[in-house]
């Protein structure tokens, strides 16, 4: 979920304390993701650039080897870099 100068940009939401629960695909990232290509000095004066994230581990448990409360990975993959990067 990308929030901008405390303005959440898109419409999914499992996180009541960002936006309301919704199942829409759009979290943000076509809004957000330009921003990256604008001057840092611009960053600075289009507020504070916010990531949510909200990972119930009980949503996840028993569904695979991955994701027991000893083990989580969440991988992310970078597209503006064509990088897989791991989070432990």
Do not use: C, Q
């Not at 303005?7 to 960002?18: A, Q």
């Not at 943000?28 to 990972?55: Q, R, T």
């Not at 448990?61 to 992310?76: A, F, L, R, V, W």
């Amino acid at each position: 979920m990308y929030i901008l100068n405390g303005k959440y940009l898109g419409r999914y939401s499992n996180n009541v304390d960002i936006a309301p629960i919704n199942a829409d695909e759009d979290y943000g990232i076509d809004a957000y993701e330009p921003e990256f290509f604008l001057p840092v000095e611009s960053w600075l004066e289009n507020g504070p650039y916010e990531v949510a994230l909200k990972y119930d581990i009980a949503d996840f448990e028993g569904k695979n080897d991955y994701t027991t409360k000893e083990t989580i990975h969440i991988y992310i993959y970078i597209y503006i870099y064509n990088a897989l990067t791991t989070v432990y």
